[in-house]
């Protein structure tokens, strides 16, 4: 058994009682200082300063003044002469004196310096100056900018209008459009929109149709039209009626490989679109077998009226919907060409199976109205 009252050097000792241990474990313990204890000293370096010398006893004297501001420069963030300020403790008369102003009830808040004030204080050339200029020519851009947010494109006319008559003579009233009302037409209708296209949108675009001649024009001149425009094929649509006999489903389906390499020849059109446009004939007319007309086919697809969107914006007009893609599978299906969904939400627009003119423009209620009758 240990026995507690044995005391030997070489065993370890914890808070004064004698541990019996290995002596591998055994670790000489370290000379104590004499002159302190091992608590004291630490406690001492945790509080002390860091101008104090860490070998110096609790009586020693601070640093001198001038390596006291050489510590706070090099630890503050600020500049050096203003760091050796604050650590001088002396701060502007003016500063202080604003403070406490502040504080004061019904204190007169102290005037703000502008910025031309601040550019004649600084030396020419600076980059504080530089800076400065260049954020207020900044600001000016972003004002002009949007110097016309919140006005109405009615309100832009009219001041222009009232600029230019008090600056020349009178301007030509704008003509009245067929429509109606020019301001109010499809926003992709512009001031400078072909008339061609113009007359194509206000008296055509939207309006149902139900002629298997027209039925096929339309499906043609649709899949024309990818990578064009519909003012360029509107240009050329007479060079497509003659070279397709007015679009006769009968007359084209009977086209020979000659005949389509002449049309090809002398109207100058694309050999591929001949043959698609013979090949979509004979498929009218394999239609017309199973429901008796192309009418009676592509208007069934919408329950024989025509869908509304009602759509506000141009940009929420979509290139395709899942109508026309429901009704290209199934031509496609029928070994129809050039009816990807595309072309086919484009024939739907032409041919009135959906009216997307915007509820601003006349021509929607005109649509909507022919739909009914």
Not at 13 to 37: C, F, H, K, Y
Not at 38 to 56: G, R, T, W
Not at 119 to 133: C, T, V
Not at 136 to 160: C, D, M, N, P, W
Request: with cysteine.
């Amino acid at each position: 058994m240990c026995n507690s009252n044995v005391k030997s050097a070489g065993v370890a000792q914890i808070d004064g009682r004698p541990v019996l241990q290995p002596a591998g474990n055994r670790v000489a313990a370290p000379e104590p200082d004499a002159s302190r204890p091992l608590k004291k000293s630490l406690q001492k370096s945790l509080s002390m300063p860091a101008y104090y010398d860490s070998n110096a006893t609790a009586g020693a004297r601070p640093a001198p003044a001038e390596n006291t501001t050489r510590a706070a420069a090099n630890s503050s963030p600020l500049p050096p002469a203003k760091a050796a300020t604050k650590a001088a403790g002396a701060f502007p008369a003016e500063k202080s004196g604003r403070s406490k102003a502040a504080r004061r009830p019904g204190a007169v808040p102290p005037p703000v310096v502008a910025f031309a004030a601040l550019d004649a204080l600084e030396p020419a050339g600076s980059i504080a100056a530089a800076q400065r200029e260049h954020a207020a020519q900044a600001q000016a851009q972003r004002k002009l900018r949007i110097a016309h947010y919140g006005r109405t494109a009615s309100f832009s006319r009219v001041e222009g209008r009232v600029v230019g008559a008090a600056a020349a003579a009178p301007e030509r009233a704008v003509t009245a459009s067929p429509a109606g009302q020019d301001e109010k037409r499809c926003s992709f209708i512009t001031p400078y929109s072909d008339p061609l296209y113009v007359a194509y949108h206000d008296e055509e675009w939207g309006v149902p149709v139900h002629d298997d001649e027209l039925l096929f024009e339309m499906l043609t001149l649709s899949g024309v039209q990818v990578g064009a425009d519909w003012t360029s094929i509107l240009k050329k649509r007479h060079v497509y009626r003659e070279a397709f006999s007015g679009f006769n489903v009968d007359a084209v389906a009977k086209y020979t490989e000659k005949q389509m390499a002449s049309l090809s020849a002398d109207y100058g059109l694309d050999l591929g679109t001949v043959r698609g446009t013979v090949n979509n004939a004979c498929r009218i007319i394999e239609v017309r077998r199973d429901f008796g007309s192309l009418d009676r086919y592509v208007w069934a697809f919408v329950n024989n009226r025509p869908l509304s969107p009602s759509y506000r914006y141009s940009r929420k007009i979509p290139a395709k919907t899942s109508k026309s893609e429901c009704i290209s599978k199934d031509m496609v299906r029928r070994r129809f060409r050039f009816v990807g969904p595309t072309v086919v939400h484009s024939f739907m627009q032409a041919v009135g199976l959906t009216n997307d003119h915007l509820v601003s423009c006349p021509r929607h209620r005109a649509c909507s109205a022919a739909a009914v009758n």
